[in-house]
């Protein structure tokens, strides 16, 4: 079984050992996005969230 908050903590050590921030990581553009996932966006963002 694999610890969550240990991966995550993992990862952030050895991202800031090779000096990646999130700015190197690119984001999904979205374009292949279904309807419903699109919906679900504007929901959050409608609610006042920020996804």
């Not at 190197?24 to 609610?47: C, F, Q, W, Y």
Request: glycine share 10%; hydrophobic share 35%; aromatic share 2%.
């Amino acid at each position: 079984m694999i610890d969550m908050a240990e991966l995550g903590q993992q990862i952030t050590r050895r991202r800031a050992e090779l000096g990646i921030t999130d700015a190197d990581i690119p984001r999904n553009s979205g374009a292949r996005r279904t309807e419903s996932k699109k919906v679900l966006l504007k929901a959050i963002k409608d609610a006042g969230g920020n996804w």
